[in-house]
C-alpha cells in the first residue's frame, strides 16, 4: 500500500520561481528521502532526512520534516528548466533491511 | 562505477511469449530491487533480494512472474507467459541495505502485443 502521498500531483512555474512539494505517509518513519525522475528515465537520490532532523539543505534544495503530522516537504529555490522532472518521496517504516515505499510523485514543470 | 546496468532498455514482443529482464547491481551494493512503473499505478515494489535472497516477493502480480538472482552481481526478472497488461518501465535499483538511499537502472520499457 501507498506509505506516501506527495500533493500536489503536478505544478507548473516559471523559471527563477519557488517550487514546493509536499509529502505526507501513515506510520511512524526511520528516515524518509525524496527522488526526482527525468522523463524516460531511472529515479536519481536527492536528500535524506533522519526522522530525529527537522530541516536539511543540499544547494538549491531545501527539505523539511515534521514527524508530528507525518509531513516532509521539498522546496527547490531559483528554479530551472532543467528540473522539469517528477519528484517522490520514499519512507522507510522501521530500522533495518525493509524496503523504502514510494508515493507517487508531483510532476514539475518549469517554464522558461 | 557503471552504476546499475539494465537489459535490454526496450523489449517488444507478442502476447504468450516469454520475457527475461537482467539487472547488474552495483558492486558492493547488498539488496536488489524490481519495480513495475506504469501511469495508472506508478511505482510498484516486485520483490527485493537481500545478500542473494529473495525476502519479499508480495508484490509480484501473479505466478506468470519469477524473479532470481544466482548471485550477487546478477538478477533475471522473468514473465512467462506475458500479456498486453504486462506492459510497463520495469526498474531494477540497489543499495547498500533495504532503508538506504538507492540507484536506479535506466529501465527496460516493455511492450506486449
Known amino acids: 500500500s501507498q506509505q506516501g502521498e506527495e500533493d500536489p500531483q503536478a505544478l507548473s512555474i516559471q523559471e527563477g520561481e519557488n517550487a514546493t512539494m509536499n509529502c505526507s505517509y501513515k506510520?511512524?518513519?526511520?528516515?524518509l528521502q525524496w527522488y526526482r525522475q527525468n522523463s524516460g528515465r531511472g529515479l536519481v537520490h536527492l536528500i535524506l532526512?533522519?526522522?530525529?532532523?527537522r530541516e536539511k539543505h543540499s544547494g538549491r534544495l531545501r527539505v523539511t520534516l515534521d514527524t508530528s503530522k507525518k509531513s516532509s516537504s521539498l522546496l527547490i529555490t531559483a528554479s530551472r528548466a532543467a528540473d522539469t522532472a517528477s519528484y517522490f518521496c520514499?519512507?522507510?517504516?522501521?530500522?533495518?533491511?525493509?524496503?523504502?515505499?514510494f508515493g507517487k510523485g508531483t510532476r514539475l514543470s518549469v517554464i522558461a | 562505477d557503471a552504476g546499475v546496468i539494465q537489459s535490454p532498455r526496450h523489449e517488444v514482443t507478442e502476447m504468450g511469449q516469454e520475457v527475461t529482464l537482467r539487472c547488474k547491481p552495483i558492486s558492493g551494493h547488498n539488496s536488489l530491487f524490481w519495480y513495475r512503473q506504469t501511469m495508472m499505478r506508478g511505482l510498484e515494489l516486485l520483490i527485493y533480494f537481500n545478500n542473494n535472497v529473495p525476502i519479499d516477493d508480495s508484490g509480484m502480480p501473479e505466478d506468470r512472474f519469477s524473479a532470481k538472482m544466482p548471485n550477487a552481481s546478477f538478477s533475471t526478472l522473468k514473465i512467462q507467459p506475458s500479456e498486453p497488461r504486462d506492459s510497463a518501465v520495469y526498474f531494477c535499483?540497489?543499495?547498500?541495505?533495504?532503508?538506504?538511499?538507492?540507484?536506479f537502472g535506466p529501465g527496460t520499457r516493455l511492450t506486449v502485443t
Open positions: 532526512i533522519r526522522s530525529n532532523e
Open positions: 520514499a519512507t522507510d517504516t522501521s530500522s533495518g533491511n525493509t524496503p523504502l515505499v
Open positions: 506510520t511512524s518513519i526511520n528516515n
Open positions: 535499483a540497489s543499495s547498500l541495505a533495504g532503508n538506504y538511499e538507492q540507484y
